[in-house]
């Protein structure tokens, strides 16, 4: 998504929504976490990988989104 291409409700919006998504993921792990405990590594190590790379797409959104409000509206 062009972060320059939004308006500042979309940016916000975008904010928010990012931040729930990764509420979710988190909670997602967790209760997989739980269910899945010991018994089976390799599906465990399957899911943990998939959250992970998961948790990076959100930070990385929301670190451009975070950055052109920055850019928008320096101190």
């Known amino acids: ?3 320059p291409n939004l ?3 979309d940016l916000w919006r975008a904010i928010a929504d990012n931040t ?10 967790l209760e997989l976490d ?5 018994r ?3 599906g465990r190590a399957y899911l943990m990988r ?9 930070q990385r959104e929301y670190c451009e989104y975070t950055a ?3 850019r928008r509206y320096p101190c």
């Not at 729930?20 to 997602?28: D, E, G, T």
């Open 40 to 42: 089976d590594p390799t």
């Open 68 to 70: 052109e409000i920055r």
């Open 1 to 3: 998504m062009q972060c």
């Open 7 to 9: 308006t500042d409700d």
């Open 34 to 38: 739980a269910y899945i405990g010991s």
């Open 20 to 29: 729930n998504a990764m509420s979710r993921l988190i909670q997602k792990q």
């Open 50 to 58: 998939f959250h992970v790379e998961r948790a990076n797409y959100f």
